[in-house]
């Protein structure tokens, strides 16, 4: 290569050190990018990959009222889904808690039920952390 030893092993070193640089560069940047928020998802990733389903959740209500509910709950990104998957205890103390004070006439409208959907996801998204909750959908509701 060079006629100079020195020159020699200071190329490849440094050569070396710019192949590492870009390398760094781009795993660094795929790690960033899977952690980020989705911020524009399919319908496919919406459903496989950023949607848990809470099952079915049956408590009382104020009176002599009860309650049969059912979540999809959509979150910003995979690791807040799996997060919220291994808080599932919590999501349904979360959905207890929220629903037992309210009253029948209270969920009977859109009104109420979009403001029930709210109140879950302020709660939710007040311990999660690995990501946000962004949409409660209501796939089931009967209430008695």
Do not use: W
Request: hydrophobic share 40%; glycine share 4%.
């Amino acid at each position: 290569m060079f006629k100079n030893r020195v020159i020699n092993i200071t190329f490849i070193i440094m050569t070396l050190m710019i192949i590492g640089i870009i390398t760094v560069f781009f795993v660094m940047n795929g790690i960033a990018q899977s952690k980020s928020d989705v911020k524009n998802p399919s319908i496919d990733q919406i459903v496989n990959n950023l949607t848990l389903a809470t099952g079915e959740i049956t408590t009382n209500i104020s009176g002599d009222h009860f309650i049969k509910v059912d979540f999809n709950i959509q979150v910003s990104n995979s690791a807040a889904k799996d997060e919220l998957s291994k808080r599932s205890f919590q999501v349904k103390n979360a959905v207890i808690y929220t629903v037992s004070g309210m009253t029948p006439a209270n969920l009977q409208d859109q009104k109420g039920l979009a403001n029930l959907e709210n109140l879950i996801k302020n709660r939710l998204n007040s311990f999660l952390r690995s990501g946000t909750v962004t949409h409660v959908y209501t796939t089931e509701k009967i209430v008695q």
